[in-house]
């Protein structure tokens, strides 16, 4: 069993207008599952964790409390702004490790949609024991398609006892088609979700080693997170701290030096990153927009469409693959194959100042 990070933080620009800055997607329930996206991980982890604590922003972290009522309020950390995936995992892993001292912890992005229920579990485990021989693990998924949105991870020789995991020779960046299609036709590459598991020792040690400086902020506001100057120091050192991903500031320089392991994995997984990836983890048909009511909807000659009503019937006539969006404020029409420039939206409308509708 381990202890459960799930940062949760971003805007889910691509998913515009159902995500937005003050309620992003993993607070909505996107797939018509009845549980909000951060519902669905706590739910999913709590088969293999002992504890699960949630890294958010400060806007957010009253309507993660209010969803996750099993969540103890000393186990949701308010960030007081955004500073990358690093310092939000390292800061609740500094504090797992003031409170238990040195276990296995894993952390999970909190909008991920997992359909394989038992696979997922199984790798979990499996990189739980492989962070306890010291190991940084990442969890990579096994590609179906030669996909240009992910970073990579090369997968070297499986480890010396174990089942699964193996080696990662290297973190590799997204490709273009071409070396995608070269990635996936060898076998030897998984898509990286951005699942790591191991010791706080092992994840801090190696922060310690190549960030020091953020390092040092990081355990500051640890050792004074459960005592009465944890707003003080907070509001002091966070803003300080390197915006740094943990790719960037430990995964891929602990990877060169031979400490990370990756446990391949197929179990229906899917970031939902836009409305072609949510389209593929639901049924094409009707959805109902956060805070809407289902209304007709009807469609002619419309193979695949996807529609999200609030308010108002929705008639769709000889549009193949189309999304259709409506809320409260806002109609986005878009199709599968333009899904990730709907973020050039959001551009627009800061652009032009309109805040109340980002």
């Known amino acids: 069993m381990i202890y459960a990070i799930i940062p949760a933080g971003g805007a889910g620009t691509r998913l515009w207008p159902l995500s937005r800055r003050n309620h992003p997607k993993f607070l909505s329930d996107l797939t018509g599952a009845g549980r909000t996206l951060i519902q669905q991980t706590v739910d999913r982890l ?25 969540i103890s309020n000393e186990n949701v950390l308010a960030e007081p702004s955004p500073r990358d995936s690093m310092p939000a995992i390292a800061l609740a892993a500094a504090v797992i490790r003031e409170r238990h001292g040195d276990v296995v912890i894993g952390s999970f992005a909190a909008d991920h949609v997992i359909s394989d229920q038992q696979a997922f579990h199984e790798a979990v485990l499996e990189a739980q024991r492989a962070a306890e021989r010291d190991y940084l693990v990442t969890i990579g998924i096994t590609p179906d398609h030669p996909a240009t949105g992910f970073g990579y991870i090369h997968q070297g020789e499986t480890l010396e006892g174990m089942e699964h995991a193996a080696a990662v020779i290297e973190f590799v960046e997204k490709p273009d088609l071409g070396t995608a299609r070269e990635y996936v036709t060898t076998g030897n590459y998984r898509w990286n979700a951005g699942m790591f598991v191991a010791k706080t020792s092992v994840l801090l040690g190696a922060l310690e080693k190549f960030e020091p400086e953020l390092y040092a902020g990081v355990l500051e506001i640890a050792r004074a997170y459960d005592t009465p100057q944890r707003s003080e120091i907070m509001d002091r050192v966070w803003p300080t701290l390197k915006k740094i991903s943990i790719d960037h500031a430990i995964a891929e320089p602990v990877a060169a030096a031979g400490g990370v392991a990756v446990v391949p994995v197929e179990m229906g997984w899917s970031d939902v990153g836009d409305f072609a990836s949510l389209r593929d983890v639901v049924e094409p048909g009707t959805k109902v927009a956060p805070g809407g009511k289902e209304q007709p909807v009807f469609t ?37 194959d333009a899904a990730q420039n709907v973020k050039e939206i959001v551009d627009k409308i800061t652009d032009l100042g309109l805040d109340q509708l980002r």
């Open 46 to 70: 709590s088969k293999v964790s002992r504890s699960t604590m949630i890294v958010t922003g400060v806007a957010h972290a009253d309507a993660v409390k209010a969803q996750l009522t099993e």
């Open 300 to 336: 002619v000659d419309s193979p695949g469409a996807l529609v999200y009503t609030y308010s108002k019937p929705i008639a769709v006539v000889g549009l193949e693959d189309v999304v259709v969006v409506e809320t409260a404020d806002a109609i986005l029409l878009t199709s599968r």
